[in-house]
């Protein structure tokens, strides 16, 4: 049984109260180590030494820091076959998604933002005719808080902590209660790639109580929070009486356009990633498609083809595509989604929908991936976020009736349209609803690019320079000469 503990003031601690959770392997369906169920006492330790680590870590230059953040980024390469079956085995995720995209892409958060900070700059304005000029110092915050899910567990715990430490913060973290594993593996790495003690604190347990205590602290002055919705309401409602600066990363429920002059054979390889990729557990999955009437029935008999060729399988082997989902809890959830389908929802299902029974790993949590055909837009299946490898179906004739289904959600994260047609492709862009859109692409990523959501999706935006505004405050000074 591998017991993690917290990372606080450089060391390795059991929570004060020595209470404990049991850490699940969901392909197997069994418990396989134990994880701290921290209190507001553990979060307040973290929080003293990230106070006290403050002043210094302020202070070091930017080669200094630089150099500490591409450090980690390196010893986060060199151990990537340990995290990435350590990911595989915490989350259920296939072991060949973990080693090609969660680990390189957690080592590349640090070494982008290591890049990143010498180049950030802020503003001057010169107040002509009043002899006076204007610059702006960015400073850091202070100690800030750091709250990720589950589902891209290291990909998204990095993808805020190196802007954080970039900027010149100090931090207290939380990873999900349900993958705590890489978090605890980066502690050590962090550890030995010279980090100074106190500047990262991770701090494991569960949201409601250990997350709780992080927004509820009167002085760690932002969050950075990627999560449900839900979860990000409650942490609004928490942190805006102490007007705490907050980045909020939410749900998703993206449509997926595709328009017959599309380039087919390209968008029907990206589109079973879009749907299937990670389970479905990605706030980005295309989870309702909309495909234009003259290729709809091509279309969907290509998507069942391919869908059923998808190898559902225990995650650490090398030939699956599809591993187990989460937990117990969430396989329950999504099944849920699918067994409303036709009774509740009018939908018909055309491919999936089952439980999948996996050989040796009779226990774990593996459902098929599943196609749901419908054309009510307002039904739950289509309004509501399901973040599992579930997709629905449904055609359409002309510009304005597609714009106007992709758009009829409460959520606003991302979109993808297939077109070749420039104009379409520009009218969409603009007015969709979403704060990421792909053309002829999904999930392709530019670090330096704005990320995040609007409507239910989320507040601000992380990614480049806007995360480095985020973790840092600025104070104008103007000076008369
Ligand atoms: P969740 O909201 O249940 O939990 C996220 C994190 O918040 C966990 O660490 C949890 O312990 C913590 N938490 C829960 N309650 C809290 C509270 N009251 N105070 C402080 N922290 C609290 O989300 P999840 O189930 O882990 O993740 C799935 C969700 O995340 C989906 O909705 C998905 O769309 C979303 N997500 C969004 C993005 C994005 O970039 N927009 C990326 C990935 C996932």
Redesign the pocket.
Known sequence: MEKILNYINGEFKAPIQNNWLENYNPSIGEVYGQIPNSTSEDIQLAYEAAKLAFPSWSQTTLQQRSEILSNIATGIIDNLDELAKAESIDNGKPLTLAKSVDIPRASSNFQFFAQAITQFSSEAHESIGLNAINFTLRQPIGVVGC??????PLY?FTWKIAPALAAGNTVVA?????TPMTAYLLSKICQKAGLPKGILNIVHG???ST??A??EHPRIKAIS?????S?GA??ASTAAPMFKKLSL????KNPNLIFADCDYEKMLDTTIRSSFANQGQI?LCGSRIFVEKPIYDKFKKDLIQRTKKLKIGPPLETSTQIGALVSKAHLEKVKSYIDMAEEEEGGKILYGGDYVTVKSHEKGYYLQPTIIETNDTTCRLMQE?I?GPVVTLTAFDTDDEAMAMANDVPYG?SCTIWTNNLNRSMHFAKNIESGIVWINTWMMRDLRTPF??IKN??VGREGGFEALRFFTEPKNVCIQY
């Not at 709250?147 to 891209?152: A, F, V």
């Not at 939380?174 to 349900?178: A, D, H, L, N, V």
């Not at 990363?249 to 998703?252: D, F, K, R, V």
Request: aromatic residues 8%; hydrophobic residues 35%.
């Open positions: 709250i990720s899910p589950w589902n891209l998204l939380k990873p999900s209660e349900i569960l949201g409601h997350g709780q992080i927004v929070f990627t999560g449900g919705t979860t409650k942490i990363e939410l749900g998703g706030c976020e973040f994260l995040g959501g999706s989320g």
